[in-house]
């Protein structure tokens, strides 16, 4: 198979390792529109699940990627471009990928439709589950995470709390904290009580550290990152790792493209992918992300990020066109 549309990655992860990304959307879907988030705008914004893609077809090419002698991660994680609790065949699909791989099964979710007893149950089958919970009232939650008008934080609370005495499996709560937003003493005060009532086995501090969606994110101050992580008990997600990137995809500049639509890269994370390919295409491919305006490029905390601006299947496909 020259491409995969669902399968991506491994990409290095400081909380999971090598991290097999399966994506069961193709288009960022969301729920959300959260301001800090490292995909850029939701394209579509919704609350309803569906089959968005058919799970035959991640299967097969979930098979295909493990036919390979090159296969190696160290977790299989249902994430990719936006929420994956939005796609109404997930249960059945954690149960296929727990058939196929030894590796724990991990699901990074909002936490939203925890409060969807149906979600909680189709969740229990995956070893990890790691929702995030940013803030502790509804106006703070509007603020960062700009759901659909139909969500009730309240109920969002209380699905987090029923599913976390529910499930067996590690739950490991994420935070991102956005300076001047939710990272007061205040702000992690009230967390904490919230957070007190979520049987959690970790929870992890994050902060912005790819391009977000709206340009006056900040992450907090190390000071307040520090005092977070002491309250909260939590681990801070502050640094990339540079390299650990893989692609099963043939072709380098597919191979970019399939990861930037799910995980922006910055320049020294690019070249030490194409280092670790024996890539002769560097130049090109910068000089083809730099020309490309579907490609979106931001400088961010002195780096220059890349990040796909439509999904990369239907660039990759454009792409073929044009060549024709
Ligand atoms: S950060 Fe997650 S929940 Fe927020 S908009 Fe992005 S994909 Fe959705």
Not at 49 to 60: A, D, F, K
Not at 286 to 295: H, Y
Request: aromatic share 8%.
């Amino acid at each position: 198979m020259e491409s995969y549309q669902y399968i991506f990655g491994p990409v290095p992860s400081r909380r999971l390792g090598a991290s097999l990304g399966i994506s069961p959307l193709i288009e960022k879907t969301c729920i959300c529109r959260c301001v800090y988030c490292q995909l850029g705008s939701t394209i579509h914004w919704r609350t309803d699940r569906s089959e968005t893609v058919p799970l035959e077809g991640i299967l097969s090419e979930l098979d295909d990627y493990l036919s390979r002698e090159d296969a190696h991660f160290d977790v299989a994680s249902i994430v990719g471009e936006g929420e994956p609790t939005l796609y109404s065949r997930l249960g059945e699909l954690i149960h296929e990928v727990k058939k196929r791989c030894e590796q724990p099964v991990c699901v990074i979710t909002n936490g939203i439709l925890l409060s969807d007893p149906q979600v909680r149950s189709e969740l229990m089958e995956a070893d990890i589950v790691m929702p995030s919970l940013d803030a502790y009232n509804a106006e703070l939650f509007e603020k960062i995470k700009r759901p659909d008008p139909s969500i009730d934080f309240s109920k969002v609370v209380e699905g987090l709390i029923a599913f976390s005495h529910e499930y067996k499996g590690q739950l490991w709560m994420e935070t991102m904290l956005v300076g001047g937003i939710n990272d007061s003493k205040e702000d992690i005060a009230e967390l904490k009580k919230i957070l007190q009532k979520i049987q959690h086995q970790k929870l992890y501090i994050n902060v912005p550290l790819r391009p977000p969606a709206e340009g006056w994110v900040k992450p907090p101050t190390d000071e307040a990152l520090a005092y977070a992580a002491q309250e909260l008990s939590g681990v801070v997600i502050d640094a990339f790792g540079t390299s650990g990137f893989y692609s099963a995809m043939e072709d380098d500049w597919e191979a970019v493209l399939s990861i930037i639509a799910r995980h922006p890269m910055n320049n020294f994370e690019l070249s030490a992918f194409l280092k670790s390919r024996n890539s002769r295409r560097e130049d090109e491919i910068v000089e083809r992300l730099a020309q490309d305006d579907r490609v979106e490029k931001v400088d961010f905390r002195g780096m220059k990020m890349y990040r796909l601006t439509k999904s990369w299947a239907e660039m990759a496909e454009e792409d073929k066109e044009k060549q024709v």
